[in-house]
T-cell receptor
Framework: SQKIEQNSEALNIQEGKTATLTCNYT??????LQWYRQDPGRGPVFLLL?????KEKRKERLKVTFDTTLKQSLFHITASQPADSATYLC????????????FGKGTHLIIQP | DSGVTQTPKHLITATGQRVTLRCSPR?????VYWYQQSLDQGLQFLIQ???????AKGNILERFSAQQFPDLHSELNLSSLELGDSALYFC??????????????FGPGTRLLVL
């Protein structure tokens, strides 16, 4: 069955450093991979989408890479700030808008001042 | 604010009961998705509707059902509730245009507690 693995342990990063989160998947050939941010008790918020034929995508301090051979995505937050503290979810989809997203369980990121 | 609204925000009920959760998608969005989030299972896709028609089904129990109305709002009906149905239920919507439809915009959720 499809499986998405994200760091289950909380990730503690010092303010100003780069945070790197990992998403690995098995038994899946996604056309799209997305990253969402979720704060406690709130709905996920879309951050970045990368397609299977793209290697890297950037948006302001965020960068995502997608390696379909390794079946892995890396999500980077540069110059991290305490406000970046949240749970980050990796999500996969087959494309065509005709299915729901398959989410990992998320990585809890803590940026310490 | 994503533009997706959900009511009620909180719901407390008893085992065996039935509840209805309501969602209004972003203006212009035709797709509505329902997700369940529990501590042990994470965020799980339940069902998708597109312009009134069921389009995809995920891990939705037979006790659960949904529909999308002509004004595009959607309702998720949960019946014969069990303790294990206690969770956060999210609704999401996506744009109708190809290329934009992969990104989903989530509502604030309904927290259901079954006692």
């Amino acid at each position: 069955s499809q499986k998405i693995e994200q760091n289950s342990e909380a990730l503690n990063i010092q303010e100003g450093k780069t945070a790197t989160l990992t998403c690995n998947y098995t038994n899946y050939s996604p056309a799209y991979l997305q990253w969402y941010r979720q704060d406690p008790g709130r709905g996920p918020v879309f951050l970045l989408l990368i397609r299977e034929n793209e290697k890297e995508k950037r948006k302001e301090r965020l960068k995502v890479t997608f390696d379909t051979t390794l079946k892995q995505s890396l999500f980077h937050i540069t110059a991290s700030q305490p406000a970046d503290s949240a749970t980050y979810l990796c999500a996969l989809s087959s494309g065509g808008g005709a299915d729901g997203l398959t989410f990992g369980k998320g990585t809890h990121l803590i940026i310490q001042p | 604010d994503s533009g997706v609204t959900q009511t009620p925000k909180h719901l407390i009920t008893a085992t065996g009961q039935r509840v209805t959760l309501r969602c209004s998608p972003r203006s212009g969005d035709l797709s509505v998705y329902w997700y369940q989030q529990s501590l042990d299972q994470g965020l799980q896709f339940l069902i998708q509707y597109y312009n009134g028609e069921e389009r995809a089904k995920g891990n939705i129990l037979e006790r659960f059902s949904a529909q999308q109305f002509p004004d595009l709002h959607s309702e998720l009906n949960l019946s014969s509730l069990e303790l294990g149905d206690s969770a956060l239920y999210f609704c999401a919507s996506s744009a109708p245009l190809a290329g934009d439809q992969e990104t989903q915009y989530f509502g604030p959720g309904t927290r259901l507690l079954v006692l």
